[in-house]
């Protein structure tokens, strides 16, 4: 009896790891162009859904790494710099050698770069950006993309300075000598 009702939940256990492919009436040229109409009427947020269902319903299509691409493209312009990271990502790990790989690495930077606060905040996002804009420069030096990036690359270290500056004037109202000088010390070091 036992091995009846066992063999009853394992059959129901692998019958719902089955699953089926998603189904769709529309072929990946219906979707792609559907998108492209939300994106020309600049309806951001519909035509990144559009382009994502391109791409989640047609994988192995040609067409996939460029809806990836679109995708992130319209969630950056939306404002959704978070689904545009995560897009960006699953861009970068399905498809390392691609011919746009600098284009989505200048959208990754100008995603962080876009969410850079005040000076009275954390760098965080700052640091991320220059990470990103590095990586870009070192690996793609002759991409369309470097000479702005460059440009970037000096104002988030000129950023990043006057953060450390401001750090290192509070430390020096609270007579914190030595964290002060360690600020301004990280300046000078970073200056180049």
Not at 9 to 19: N, T
Not at 48 to 55: G, Q, R, T
Request: hydrophobic share 40%; aromatic share 14%; with cysteine.
């Amino acid at each position: 009896m036992k091995k009846t009702y066992l063999f009853i939940a394992l059959c129901c256990a692998l019958s719902a790891c089955g699953g089926t492919a998603p189904t769709t009436d529309q072929t990946i040229s219906e979707i792609y162009n559907n998108a492209y109409a939300e994106l020309d009427d600049e309806n951001y947020k519909k035509a990144s859904e559009e382009f994502i269902k391109a791409e989640s319903n047609f994988p192995a299509s040609i067409w996939a790494p460029d809806a990836l691409i679109m995708a992130a493209y319209s969630q950056y312009m939306d404002g959704d710099f978070a689904g545009t990271l995560l897009t960006t990502d699953r861009f970068m790990r399905f498809h390392p050698g691609h011919k746009d790989v600098a284009y989505i690495m200048y959208l990754r930077g100008m995603t962080y770069y876009r969410q850079v606060s005040d000076v009275r905040r954390e760098p965080g996002m700052s640091w991320y950006a220059l990470n990103q804009f590095q990586q870009l420069v070192d690996r793609f030096p002759d991409s369309k993309y470097t000479a702005n990036t460059k440009n970037k690359i000096i104002i988030l270290k000129n950023y990043i300075a006057g953060k450390t500056m401001y750090s290192a004037r509070h430390d020096m109202r609270k007579e914190n000598w030595t964290s002060a000088i360690n600020h301004l010390q990280f300046i000078i070091s970073t200056a180049q």
